[in-house]
């Protein structure tokens, strides 16, 4: 059982920059994915149990950065240049053993914080 909060979002203009903690109550490996409304969930970034591996979505790749404080049990999205299309809620996920984009594969997930990013 894993126990997600994810926190810093907020409206930015389009360039800005925010980043998205998520504190864990135990080590695992993590994922942030976002939904904007009437749209699918979709994958932005995850990264391995030990941070040695990350992985992320084209639209993101660049821009964004994941990492992790394994002390803190805490994972970052590091989100610079943004743009308007990157407004949604995002959320992080947590699973065993899993670096990747499926969304199924996550066993627990966060609340949700809003990323509004204005043009």
């Known amino acids: 059982q894993v126990q ?16 998205l903690p998520c504190a864990a109550s135990r080590r695992t490996a993590m994922g942030w994915f976002r ?33 992790r404080d394994n002390a803190k049990n805490t994972v970052y999205l590091q989100m610079n240049s943004l743009k308007p299309e990157d407004t949604a809620v995002y959320y992080c996920a947590a699973t065993r053993d899993y670096t990747g984009a499926s969304p199924g594969r996550y066993e627990y997930w966060g609340q949700g914080t809003q990323v509004t990013v204005s043009s």
Do not use: H
Not at 43 to 62: C, L, N, P, Q
């Open 4 to 19: 997600l909060v994810e926190s810093g979002g907020g409206l930015v203009q389009a360039g800005g920059s925010l980043r």
């Open 35 to 67: 939904q904007a409304p009437g749209k699918e969930r979709e994958f932005v970034t995850a990264i391995s149990w030990s941070g040695g591996s990350t992985y992320y979505a084209d639209s993101v790749k660049g821009r964004f950065t994941i990492s």
